[in-house]
């Protein structure tokens, strides 16, 4: 295991624990994301489905579907990650992760906002996920707004990074919004 998996491996730990020991607000969270302009227009939402100490999803997912947004759940199929159409009261089931995942086919159509879970990000745009790198892989040819959804302590000044991590475009948290491209790259 070299230093950089090393420190990543560490690193999730400790994010881990500390999002399990504290709570941000979910309120404030969710209004904060529905302030952006660049919202305004989209009609469709890539949205992760909350599960433990993510911040909460299901605030924007029934916001999205009150504004008759289309909107899309990730389901992981084998080492990919597809889109599958959110329906309020489709079965959901649970994935070998725990996550309630929806059914039915994968959207293969162009999705205008993701909004993705992470342990850490930065003030860079690079984000500290889970480890699987499903979420680099299903953005990779994606022109897709990239938005780090989480709480304002999952803010950190630096992260390591590798060149296949797909960065964020904006962090929206409980405290504050950071438009990326406004800062050096």
């Given at each position: 295991m070299n230093i950089d998996t090393e420190y990543k491996k560490n690193l999730r730990k400790s994010m881990k624990a500390l999002r399990a020991s504290q709570r941000g607000d979910d309120e404030i969270l969710a209004k904060n994301l529905f302030s952006l302009p660049e919202l305004q227009d989209k009609t469709t939402f890539f949205v992760y489905?909350?599960?433990?100490s993510e911040a909460d999803?299901?605030?924007?997912i029934e916001?999205?579907?009150?504004?008759?947004?289309?909107?899309?759940?990730?389901?992981?199929?084998?080492?990919?990650m597809v889109?599958?159409?959110?329906e309020k009261d489709a079965p959901m089931p649970k994935s070998n992760y725990g996550i309630a995942e929806p059914t039915g086919a994968a959207y293969l159509g162009e999705i205008e906002v993701t909004v993705l879970p992470l342990l850490a990000t930065d003030t860079k745009g690079n984000r500290l996920g889970y480890g699987g790198g499903y979420y680099d892989k299903f953005l990779k040819d994606r022109k897709s707004l990239k938005i780090g959804y989480c709480y304002d302590f999952q803010v950190l000044d630096e992260l390591c990074a590798q060149p296949h991590d797909v960065k964020l475009d904006i962090v929206v948290t409980d405290k504050r919004v950071?438009?990326?491209q406004e800062v050096e790259r």
């Amino acid at each position: 295991m070299n230093i950089d998996t090393e420190y990543k491996k560490n690193l999730r730990k400790s994010m881990k624990a500390l999002r399990a020991s504290q709570r941000g607000d979910d309120e404030i969270l969710a209004k904060n994301l529905f302030s952006l302009p660049e919202l305004q227009d989209k009609t469709t939402f890539f949205v992760y489905n909350a599960f433990g100490s993510e911040a909460d999803t299901m605030p924007v997912i029934e916001r999205l579907l009150q504004e008759n947004k289309k909107i899309f759940l990730p389901r992981v199929e084998g080492k990919d990650m597809v889109a599958v159409p959110y329906e309020k009261d489709a079965p959901m089931p649970k994935s070998n992760y725990g996550i309630a995942e929806p059914t039915g086919a994968a959207y293969l159509g162009e999705i205008e906002v993701t909004v993705l879970p992470l342990l850490a990000t930065d003030t860079k745009g690079n984000r500290l996920g889970y480890g699987g790198g499903y979420y680099d892989k299903f953005l990779k040819d994606r022109k897709s707004l990239k938005i780090g959804y989480c709480y304002d302590f999952q803010v950190l000044d630096e992260l390591c990074a590798q060149p296949h991590d797909v960065k964020l475009d904006i962090v929206v948290t409980d405290k504050r919004v950071l438009r990326i491209q406004e800062v050096e790259r």
